[in-house]
């Protein structure tokens, strides 16, 4: 394609997209095909001549568009908000554009000390101390691996470079909670610890928090035992219930033993923007490594996380790789940011951050959060106010746990129920929520924080909300096939305490 080319393509998919995200409130919100709809519908071998850019154009109208949930959706309060602004979409685009390669400071200078900024600017705006280091990651998922394999090399004396974990004397062990998110256990097995010495603190049966007690104990009695607790991975904001744990403590223990503190704070993180919603991440700044997603409620376009750590040098005696063939003269002079995580090569994602910042300006983005805060507390407050309906957790953010508990109704009948109505709710395609296990029984999370969704949209979903609680019978399952797949609800309920989703 030549840049004129460009040109013309260019203006008709900014038209395009202008106009999909102005038709969004329109559309269903879930996805609206059946497993194997979509690649039945292209074709089963590649092109072998160009096509034109409108029979690209048109498929993506036909074919994409009803296969995917629209986050952007006003009605959309499903896992959690995934916002891609349209102003960081302007610096996707320019990432693209530049065609910059990022492996190393020399490759794209700009690239590396633009990200710098913008990692300083956030951790700023977040009112966090100056003594973290940023660099920006795919996801949370791998900030936490990478914070994983930092503290494993802190416990075990830089073993990578010996004979590894397999010639430690003592197994090293992570903590966390149940109510961590499942990339923790992921990273926590990926980084080698083994399933064997991962363990599950138990959690404040009123707040889900981590217990710290349970912590103090539980590190205690491994290390009696010749173990070595090597890392807590913290939630700020967990996945189910937005549960805070109480980092302060947690690094108080912590530090007991010499341990590594993580803190997950990928959907949460936002909220540190807002100067009054400081106290809940009381004594982040003493971890030893922070990620958290402006790619989540913030409203940067997916991918961009947040990974901030303290020791940079240990990170990059940990990460480290230096070919000859990256080699140069600047090398002492610069940040390599191939040696702050996982990946050689790398986007330049800081673009994004830095076309929202610049053109929505970050007032704009406090004042959201703040609208979605008060949403939450509106809507928490009218189903406490509503006989047979309850509120199953704090409110701490934006999610609002809930359940229609009909009179006479419990155990699997009552997750029978719950599950037929949030199938129910996403079926009509003017709201979509999620479902999740807390206690072993199911609940809906209405995760509040789309860019769309103003008060009057969950007054409409309250609305939505009791007229199909009062229609499910449970023993139908309206929504099924379209996007929500609960497994056998009555089967599995039960299994375990908490699961996050
Ligand atoms: C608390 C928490 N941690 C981690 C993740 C995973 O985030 P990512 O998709 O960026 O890996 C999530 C996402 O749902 C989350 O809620």
Redesign the pocket.
């Given at each position: 394609m030549t840049p004129e080319e460009f040109r013309t393509a260019g203006h008709a998919l900014i038209d395009w997209i202008a106009d999909h995200r102005a038709r969004v409130p329109d559309l269903p919100v879930a996805a609206q095909v059946r497993p194997g709809e979509v690649r039945a519908a292209l074709p089963a071998h590649p092109p072998t001549a160009p096509e034109a850019f409108d029979e690209v154009l048109a498929d993506l109208e036909a074919v994409v568009v009803p296969g995917v949930t629209q986050t952007q959706h006003p009605g959309f309060y499903g896992?959690?908000p995934s916002n891609a602004g349209l102003a960081s979409v302007l610096g996707d685009l320019a990432s693209g554009g530049l065609g910059a390669l990022g492996i190393t400071w020399q490759s794209a200078p700009a690239l590396t000390e633009l990200e710098q900024v913008l990692t300083d600017w956030l951790r700023e705006l977040c009112g966090l101390s100056p003594h973290w280091r940023g660099a920006i990651q795919d996801?949370?998922?791998?900030g936490?691996l990478v914070a994983l394999l930092a503290a494993r090399e802190r416990a075990g004396d830089g073993c990578e470079h010996r004979g590894g974990l397999q010639a430690l004397q003592a197994p090293l062990v992570v903590y966390t909670s149940p109510e961590?998110?499942s990339?923790v256990a992921k990273g926590a097995l990926l980084a080698g610890f083994g399933a064997d010495n991962l363990r599950q603190v138990a959690v404040d049966p009123a707040t889900y928090a981590m217990d710290t007690q349970d912590l103090r104990h539980a590190m205690a009695e491994d290390a009696a035992a010749g173990r070595v607790p090597a890392a807590v991975v913290a939630?700020v904001?967990?996945?189910a219930t937005t549960a805070m744990d109480p980092v302060r403590a947690v690094v108080e223990v912590a530090r007991e033993h010499g341990a590594w503190v993580h803190v997950?704070?990928?959907?949460a993180g936002s909220a540190m923007l807002l100067p009054e919603m400081r106290h809940l991440f009381d004594g982040v700044d003493s971890a030893d490594s922070l990620a958290w997603?402006p790619?989540?409620w913030m409203g940067t376009v997916l991918d961009t996380?947040l990974l901030y750590v303290r020791d940079v040098d240990h990170l990059v005696s940990v990460m480290s790789t230096t070919p000859s063939y990256l080699q140069a003269a600047t090398d002492e002079q610069v940040v390599q940011y191939k040696d702050w995580g996982i990946p050689l090569g790398r986007r330049f994602r800081a673009l994004k951050l830095w076309f929202q910042l610049r053109l929505d300006g970050v007032e704009s983005v406090r004042h959201r959060l703040r609208r979605d805060l008060a949403n939450a507390r509106w809507l928490a407050a009218q189903v406490e106010a509503e006989p047979g309906w309850r509120v199953l957790a704090p409110v701490t953010l934006q999610t609002v746990c809930i359940r229609h508990e009909p009179e006479g109704l419990t155990g699997d009948a009552l997750d029978a129920h719950t599950l037929a109505w949030v199938d129910a709710v996403n079926a009509t395609g003017r709201a979509f929520l999620g479902a999740s296990r807390l206690e072993g029984r199911w609940m809906v999370r209405v995760s509040i924080g789309a860019e769309a969704t103003e008060r009057g949209h969950v007054e409409q979903l309250w609305q939505l909300l009791r007229e199909t609680a009062s229609g499910s019978s449970g023993s139908e399952r309206p929504g099924q096939g379209l996007g929500v797949d609960h497994g056998e609800a009555g089967d599995r309920a039960g299994e375990d305490d908490v699961e996050t989703?």
């Open positions: 896992w959690f996801t949370a998922s791998t936490c961590a998110h990339s939630t904001g967990t996945t997950d704070a990928a959907m997603n790619h989540k996380s989703p």
